[in-house]
């Protein structure tokens, strides 16, 4: 293991084991000063989220983007002590801890039997999302993680997310794929993150006006098992409860080849992440490049610091 990476996994580790203990108050100005902290030294991360928020706030002056980028990284160490501290809250804790809209979008699906594939943009804490449906709703599903470096960062988060009651696969391709549909065909429930892949096979979409890559994963997954496909939007306001909304259902298309279903489903998922990002700034934590236009010339995004 290269130094870089046993810092990061000794920092991590630091985080969860450390943070949770803390009073709740220390734990929230703590991230507020670490958010501060990074903010002020205008690293390549927060450099990468005003450019991010120029594209979702047309015409925000400079220091408008200022501003937005440094609640923005408020909000993303909110994210990051709430996680250090999920594993320690109490069921009751954790129940009245995210209050979403339009749940019945959600529950319906699921008592018909269908299964659900739950899609969700980098806004506010997924992550208590999923720890409150598996608590308040009692519905256990399944995501995928990818391989992070090094491997014991990795199995860090596996554990954490799995100590949440979630069921975690390796993001490997075709391999969990598969093991998403059979979860799907017996009526379970998929949560992923989807707003951002730079990959061969991302679905190019209009998103803020220009050309970015998002997964084709969610819109086949339904197409094959014919789950219902439900963006998902979150959000923080002024309280210690986060919020959020369940869109309505994305139809597969009746007519057309599966590449073009997957392309207009994949859109529609776009459009709804759209309209939760522009009425939330700076809930999306999205420290970086993700439209096209900001790629290097070869194809590829350029490495960047988060």
């Not at 009073?23 to 958010?35: H, M, N, Q, S």
Request: proline fraction near 7%; aromatic fraction near 8%; include cysteine.
């Amino acid at each position: 293991m290269n130094p870089r990476d046993r810092l990061s996994d000794a920092l991590y580790g630091l985080g969860w084991s450390t943070v949770k203990k803390l009073p709740e108050p220390v734990a929230v100005r703590l991230g507020r000063t670490i958010a501060d902290l990074a903010w002020k030294q205008r690293g390549t991360g927060v450099r990468r989220l005003e450019s991010n928020y120029a594209r979702v706030v047309p015409g925000a002056t400079p220091e408008r983007l200022a501003e937005l980028s440094r609640a923005g990284m408020r909000s993303y160490l909110r994210y990051w002590m709430e996680s250090f501290r999920l594993p320690a809250w109490s069921a009751e804790r954790v129940r009245g801890a995210f209050a979403p809209q339009d749940l019945h979008h959600l529950t319906d699906a699921m008592a018909e039997g269908r299964g659900a594939v739950l899609a969700l943009p980098h806004l506010a804490n997924w992550d208590l999302a999923g720890a409150w449906a598996t608590t308040a709703l009692g519905l256990s599903f399944t995501t995928v993680a990818e391989r992070l470096k090094p491997e014991s960062l990795y199995d860090r988060f596996v554990a954490y997310r799995e100590g949440l009651g979630m069921e975690v696969l390796p993001h490997t391709g075709g391999t969990a794929f598969g093991a998403l549909a059979r979860r799907l065909r017996g009526g379970g429930m998929v949560c992923l993150v989807a707003d951002r892949d730079l990959s061969a096979s991302g679905v190019e979409v209009t998103f803020f006006g220009e050309t970015a890559r998002m997964p084709a994963g969610p819109a086949l997954l339904a197409q094959q098992t014919g789950a219902a496909l439900l963006p998902v939007t979150l959000w923080y306001d002024d309280s210690p409860v986060m919020r959020g909304r369940i869109h309505p259902p994305v139809e597969v298309p009746r007519t057309g080849t599966r590449r073009e279903k997957t392309a207009v489903m994949t859109q529609a998922l776009a459009d709804a992440f759209a309209t939760g990002i522009a009425a939330h700034p700076e809930d999306w934590h999205m420290l970086q490049r993700l439209w096209l236009a900001d790629l290097d010339p070869a194809g590829a995004p350029e490495e960047d610091a988060s």
